[in-house]
Each structure stands twice: as structure tokens, then as C-alpha cells.
């Protein structure tokens, strides 16, 4: 079946950087688009970034110039480098495996991991 399991969360001061990754397994990695998604306490979860098959990229526009996310499919992992980080960037990180942007577009989530960016 689908799996989805991130890691590379954790602590962060702003300005800072973390890199978080997602390995898939249980479909053909390179046939599908994948994303991230966040979700901060007290908040809707929301789109972060996404990448299709061919490697076209897009992302919300708070993350823009700051965040970039990556695939590599022999590794059949998903990446998301983070730098510059803000306190406001302070969530729960999704992998999920997604044709669009918004929520309803996901097939498939991963279990999440946190990040926390403070001083």
C-alpha cells in the first residue's frame, strides 16, 4: 500500500534552515506529482509546495524565494529545503501525494513532522 514517512523536522532559530524528506513507497514515485502541505496549531492545514512528474514546480506565495522542493526518484524521495525561516513557519509538515494545491486534491497523506523555529 502507500506510504508516505517524513523526517528532518525539529528546531530551528529564524533565519535558519532545515531540510525535511518524505520516502514513498507503493506506487510508481516518478508517474505523480507530490507536495507539501502545513498545518500550525490552531489553523487549517495549507499548501506549501508542489512538483509533478516532469519536475515543475510551484509554491504558496509566504514560502516563495525561500523554501524549494525537490525529487529524487531513484531514491523515491521527496524533499523540502527550508531557509530563511520564520516563527510563522512554525507547523506540522505534511508529505502528501496530490494533483493540485488544495486539500481535496490529496490521495494520500504522510503522518507529519514538526518544525518549530524559535529562539
Known amino acids: 500500500q502507500v506510504q508516505l514517512v517524513e523526517s528532518g523536522g525539529g528546531l530551528a532559530q529564524p533565519g535558519g534552515s532545515l531540510r525535511l524528506s518524505c520516502v514513498a513507497s507503493?506506487?510508481?514515485?516518478?508517474?505523480?506529482?507530490m507536495g507539501w502541505f502545513r498545518q500550525a496549531p490552531g489553523k487549517e492545514r495549507e499548501f506549501v509546495a508542489r512538483i509533478d512528474w516532469s519536475g515543475i514546480t510551484s509554491y504558496a506565495d509566504s514560502v516563495k524565494g525561500r523554501f524549494t522542493i525537490a525529487r529524487d526518484g531513484a531514491k523515491q524521495t521527496l524533499y523540502l529545503q527550508m531557509n530563511s525561516l520564520k516563527p510563522e513557519d512554525t507547523a506540522l509538515y505534511y508529505c502528501?501525494?496530490?494533483?493540485?494545491?488544495?486539500?481535496?486534491?490529496?490521495?494520500?497523506w504522510g503522518q507529519g513532522t514538526q518544525v518549530t523555529v524559535s529562539s
Open positions: 502528501a501525494k496530490t494533483t493540485g494545491s488544495r486539500l481535496i486534491d490529496v490521495d494520500y
Open positions: 507503493g506506487f510508481i514515485f516518478n508517474n505523480d506529482a
